[in-house]
């Protein structure tokens, strides 16, 4: 069963991250050459609605995998050392996705208040911005995730 639930974990975080770095890499700078705001706006509000569930069930399925990972292979004890630095990197990951994914509006609305419909350009030179430290957080925890595992397989 645990093959099975790692197979499934890390698809679910392929998908979740990959999508990430699809929004940063593709879909950011396919806006950024636009030059009417309002199509920015809507080609966003199109894809964001679309990938938001994709994100959502990757992230659901990367938790409830991770979390009976944890449970069969008894290893809730090694989270916070540094034993557990993979398991731990990725659950702090995986509560600041949940954290964004749940909130994201009212994060929204906080950071760009009514300034969104005034200076398009610039919110999405932010969203740009906060979309590659986020990518590159992501794929710094996956690199951590699997080499703190291969190590503890080598022991």
Do not use: C, Y
Request: aromatic share 12%; proline share 2%; hydrophobic share 60%.
């Amino acid at each position: 069963m645990i093959p099975a639930l790692i197979a499934l974990h890390v698809a679910a975080v392929v998908v979740w991250i990959g999508g990430v770095v699809f929004v940063t890499t593709v879909v950011f700078p396919t806006i950024m050459t636009m030059e009417d705001s309002m199509e920015k706006v809507i080609f966003f509000q199109g894809t964001e609605r679309r990938f938001a569930k994709i994100a959502k069930g990757g992230v659901v399925v990367a938790g409830v995998t991770g979390v009976l990972l944890l449970q069969l292979e008894h290893r809730w004890n090694s989270l916070f050392s540094w034993a557990g630095v993979g398991p731990t990197v990725m659950l702090i990951l995986w509560t600041a996705f949940v954290f964004l994914l749940l909130f994201e509006s009212k994060i929204f609305s906080v950071l760009f208040g009514g300034k969104a419909q005034h200076d398009t350009k610039k919110i999405f030179r932010t969203l740009t911005n906060a979309h590659w430290v986020v990518m590159l957080v992501s794929l710094m925890v996956i690199a951590i995730g699997v080499f703190s595992n291969h190590l503890m397989l080598m022991r």
